[in-house]
């Protein structure tokens, strides 16, 4: 193997610069002129934003990892290991994952070797079944920790999906059932329509039996029960859309995707960089996941979504379901402003989030409280028709009891 490999990143087809990998097993991203040049380039990620709006362009190189935008495109956990050892990679080595899953990563950006005829082995010997390996693991590159891979939807009688037998996915989302947890996929779709009920963005959606879903490789054991799908909103007719987490958004590993940010400074992002809109969906949404006892909204749960590969807008709602049932923890993935305690998110803590966010008080108080109110009469009409288990319903009765957003109308 030559001391320098590279792949080149293409956002929304265009080539735009590339990632360079140099002696000490290191990387450095460098942008094309033409890309610096323009004024009117397409946004990779408000991370490479100066301070006075300008385009970040001196990097330093980084071992084995590479820049947190590229990084978060990765899955992580138990599924990078599963995929890094179909790539025939090792999973620590970030730059050498890229080259094998950068086809169909999230959202419109791309990294294709340099020469295009190329599949990088980490130990440069000639290996005819690389190219198999690459298409292997690219049936399940989509970031995230979970089991979930792209599909196509059957236009026949079944109704059912269809896991391309090799190469990029479609444009759905399958996420299959856990492991250590009952009826998370029932969980998440009821959480998501209920979620909808209440006016928050939320993608089609459905809860499909595993034996519904064709082509799912060997060695994953026998799966049995519900799937929960998703219409990937980074996907349309004309092709890829932007999008960027807010861990890329922040500059940050996914290892740090529970720390170095809070709501508040993700409010005022959306403040600075989208407006109103935006800010109240925000809203409705971290007041929703408090209400259901969700736990997890880290950094990587939300996300920004470029439609016209510019100009940012929250993205459509994923990964809402509720954590209490399987984890009785009331802390917040991030704090809110000073506390990451649900029972301690009241209408102070909103106000204090607002004025640190240089975000409208009315704004966010009557948009909580809408949200409260439009929560309690939709859970109280539907939760024993949303198909979940007892114990669910349960938890989040007892959860609603602590809350001051509720007991203190």
């Keep these: 193997m030559s001391d320098v490999q590279e792949l080149h990143i293409h956002l929304s087809g265009r080539r735009i610069g590339s990632l360079t990998l140099i002696q000490g097993d290191r990387s450095i991203l460098t942008f094309d002129q033409d890309y610096i040049d323009d004024p009117d380039r397409p946004t990779l990620s408000l991370s490479f934003k100066d301070s006075l709006g300008g385009l970040l362009t001196d ?36 730059f050498f994952l890229l080259w ?6 999230p959202g419109a950006v791309t990294l294709r070797p ?4 190329s599949w990088l082995s980490e130990t440069a010997i000639e290996d005819s079944r690389a ?12 970031a995230g920790v979970q089991l979930k891979f792209s599909a196509f939807r059957n236009d026949g009688k079944s109704g059912g999906l269809v896991i391309p037998a090799k190469g990029a996915g479609g444009s759905w989302i399958v996420k299959l059932p856990a492991d250590r947890f009952e009826g998370v996929p029932e969980n998440e779709f009821a959480m998501m329509t209920l979620a909808r009920q209440i006016g928050i963005d939320v993608p089609e959606i459905d809860l499909i039996d595993v034996s519904e879903i064709k082509g799912l490789p060997d060695g994953l054991g026998v799966i049995k029960g519900k799937a929960f799908v998703i219409r990937r909103f980074d996907r349309s007719d004309n092709g890829p859309v932007h999008i960027e987490d807010f861990a890329q958004v922040f500059g940050v590993h996914p ?5 170095k940010a809070s709501y508040r400074s993700i409010a005022h992002v959306l403040q600075v960089e989208t407006g109103e809109q935006s800010v109240a969906e925000f809203i409705r949404r971290l007041v929703f996941s408090t209400l259901i006892g969700n736990a997890d909204m880290h950094l990587k749960n939300w996300s920004l979504i470029y439609p016209d590969g510019r100009t ?77 288990a007892d114990a669910v319903i349960d938890a989040i009765d007892k959860h609603l009891l602590t809350l001051p957003l509720v007991s203190g109308r």
């Design 131 to 142: 190219k198999d390996r690459t298409d292997h693991a690219l049936r399940f590159s989509l």
């Design 114 to 117: 340099a020469d295009e005829g």
């Design 59 to 94: 990097f330093r190189p980084m071992r084995m990892q590479v820049e947190p935008f590229f990084s978060n495109l990765l899955p992580e956990g138990p599924l990078r290991r599963y995929l890094a050892e179909r790539a025939g990679v090792k999973e620590v080595r970030e």
């Design 255 to 259: 290892d740090d995707k529970y720390k």
């Design 100 to 105: 094998a899953l950068g086809i169909d990563l």
């Design 312 to 388: 940012p807008m929250l993205s459509p709602a994923y990964d809402l379901l509720s954590t209490i049932p399987y984890i009785p923890d009331q802390t917040a993935a991030l704090k809110y402003a000073r506390t990451r305690k649900m029972s301690e998110f009241t209408y102070d803590e909103l106000s204090y989030l607002a004025a640190k966010a240089g975000v409208a008080d009315k704004l966010v108080r009557q948009t909580a409280d809408r949200t409260v109110e439009e929560f309690h009469e939709t859970w109280a009409r539907e939760k024993n028709h949303l198909g979940l």
